[in-house]
């Protein structure tokens, strides 16, 4: 970079850069990275400015997809990804996509302006400015913190990517006032060396191994934990002849047509039957989420029967009770036990894969129509191609789980639950990876939460099919007010014409109307170059064999 230059001071060295944007182009290249996202703003202009020249910066259109496409970025490179933000309610509006990172534990690195550095806190009534930027930030972050001098900047950065990149890791937020931004920065060149990972404790190593060698019945469930210890997973499957269940977070660890693999199926009968009967249940980097354990209500095997693996110590016992506990990285727990894992019952594993085969064959049945375009898009999709999943009835009910994931880097869903994140999730999946067709399954409801992303599809043009799927409103709900309610309230919505819309943005357009069009219309979205939209028309398609209602209690009901 022509001005740029080093030298050495002491025994430290030492490089300056002009601004704090080339700084940040730098730590950024460190990582990796090589498209951010984002929204410009005047203070965050130097940054941007350096990014785009040096880097691909993509324009956003609301600061929540910025950190969405961001946190799928890093998702889907098994890595980070970096969202700029401006200061005060640029900030605030990226919140809610910081609170789906913190849930997901997913690697972000955010930087948002602030004002100049010695007004800081005034409460002046600077343009942008809020009350507590930091505090905010850190509600929403696992980490955050303000450059307080251009000597501390890349010191700063650093430390946040490290805090986002650790595990269980999170959004790491930086606020960088306006002025130390356009300043020349000196950065010290540093070794740096991670935070590091708990240890696997020999005490309660010996006694979980032992009760997983006395397993005749067993079962592992994984959760996001386990999606960079695949192969040590897939490993002490095979040796035990062992189920595996997974959370959504954990599907892909092993792949999916694995004959050992049930799935995100745990609530269901099957899946039940198989608890009760287990005589060892080994769960690893799962936190039991409502959503699925049946609101919690799902009964596990007793505590002296349950061994629990998790980075988290938090996490140990929290849900349900584990008298075997390992607080330790997924990979290295798994690696201590498998030189004692032994074989379980023949039959055993023999109806684990019945098991299988039956819970999946049931969903397929239950979703009527729906199944052709569960059934297409797994024909058309490459093994790693990305499937960033909003929250709505068809992610909810098969594409959580019928949609067969071989890699945990495919599988991109709001674990927070936050409706609307689906397609800014889809535009970070698609960049991370352009060269690999990827997919957002969205409603119609969801899609309109940032409809002006189709702008952003539009002039970034991504390989990228939307699939709309749209049943007029926020169908999950009004089926549950169908069900538990007398009246509607809030879930009929207008929508547009998406053809239009389609044609207004610049996108292809297709329809899906009836089963039969599935294959045909899904194979040509996803075998072309760029964006696709695609409505799936559900009033003509028509409906499921049951209308799908989320596991939450309803008191009284």
């Known amino acids: 970079m022509s001005d740029r230059m080093s030298d050495r001071m002491s025994d430290t060295s030492y490089t300056t850069y002009a601004n704090g944007g080339d700084l940040l182009v730098a730590v950024l290249k460190e990582l990796g990275v090589d498209t951010v996202f984002g929204i410009v703003s005047v203070h965050n202009l130097p940054l941007v400015e350096a990014v785009d020249r040096e880097l691909r910066f993509v324009p956003v259109r609301h600061e929540a997809s910025a950190v969405n496409a961001a946190d799928a970025y890093g998702r889907a490179r098994g890595t980070i990804g970096c969202a700029l933000t401006s200061t005060g309610t640029g900030a605030g509006n990226a919140a809610g996509s910081l609170i789906e990172a913190l849930a997901s534990g997913t690697s972000v690195l955010h930087v948002t302006g602030q004002v100049e550095a010695e007004f800081l806190g005034s409460g002046r009534g600077f343009i942008h400015e809020t009350k507590d930027q930091l505090g905010m930030l850190d509600a929403v972050s696992a980490y955050a913190a303000t450059v307080r001098s251009t000597e501390e900047a890349g010191a700063t950065l650093r430390a946040a990517a490290r805090a986002a990149l650790a595990s269980p890791g999170g959004p790491a937020s930086v606020e960088w006032p306006i002025d130390l931004q356009y300043a020349a920065q000196t950065d010290a060149t540093r070794e740096t060396t991670d935070a590091g990972k708990p240890s696997v404790d020999a005490n309660q190593l010996a006694t979980a191994a032992a009760l997983l060698a006395s397993a005749e019945r067993p079962l592992i469930w994984a959760g996001g934990g386990a999606t960079r210890a695949g192969a040590e997973l897939t490993a002490l499957v095979e040796a035990t002849g062992a189920g595996l269940l997974t959370s959504n977070s954990g599907r892909g660890s092993v792949p999916e047509d694995h004959p050992q693999v049930i799935g995100n199926f745990a609530t269901t009968p099957a899946g039940r039957a198989l608890l009760a009967d287990a005589d060892v249940l080994l769960t690893i980097g799962t936190h039991f989420r409502s959503n699925e354990t049946a609101d919690y209500g799902l009964k596990l095997p007793g505590a002296e029967r349950h061994i629990q693996i998790d980075v988290d110590a938090a996490a140990l016992g929290r849900v349900y009770p584990a008298a075997h506990t390992l607080h330790a990285d997924a990979a290295d727990a798994l690696t201590a036990l498998l030189p004692h894992a032994r074989a379980a019952e023949p039959s055993w594993t023999a109806r684990v894969k019945d098991v299988r085969e039956e819970v999946r064959a049931t969903l397929h049945d239950n979703i009527g129509p729906q199944a052709a375009i569960c059934d297409a898009l797994r024909a058309a999709l490459p093994r790693d191609a990305v499937v960033a999943r909003d929250v709505t009835i068809p992610s909810s009910s098969w594409g959580n789980r019928l949609l067969e994931m071989y890699d945990p880097r495919s599988n991109v869903f709001p674990r927070g639950g936050g409706i609307g994140q689906g397609l800014g999730m889809g535009i970070g999946a698609a960049l991370a990876a352009p060269e690999r067709p990827s997919v957002v399954i969205a409603g119609d409801g969801g899609l309109a939460v940032h409809l002006g992303e189709l702008l952003?599809?539009?002039?970034?043009?991504?390989?990228?099919?939307?699939?709309?799927?749209?049943?007029?409103?926020?169908?999950?709900?009004?089926?549950?007010?169908?069900?538990?309610?007398?009246?509607?309230?809030?879930?009929?919505?207008?929508?547009?014409d998406f053809e239009l819309l389609a044609r207004a943005c610049g996108l292809p357009y297709l329809r899906i109307s009836d089963a039969e069009h599935a294959r045909p219309v899904i194979e040509q979205a996803v075998g072309s170059d760029g964006p696709t939209l695609v409505e799936v028309d559900l009033a003509a398609l028509g409906p499921m064999k049951n209308p799908f209602t989320p596991p939450v209690k309803i008191p009284g009901a």
């Open 456 to 496: 952003t599809v539009a002039q970034e043009r991504p390989r990228l099919t939307v699939l709309v799927f749209n049943d007029g409103g926020y169908g999950v709900l009004r089926n549950m007010q169908d069900r538990y309610s007398e009246r509607r309230s809030g879930v009929d919505l207008a929508t547009p």
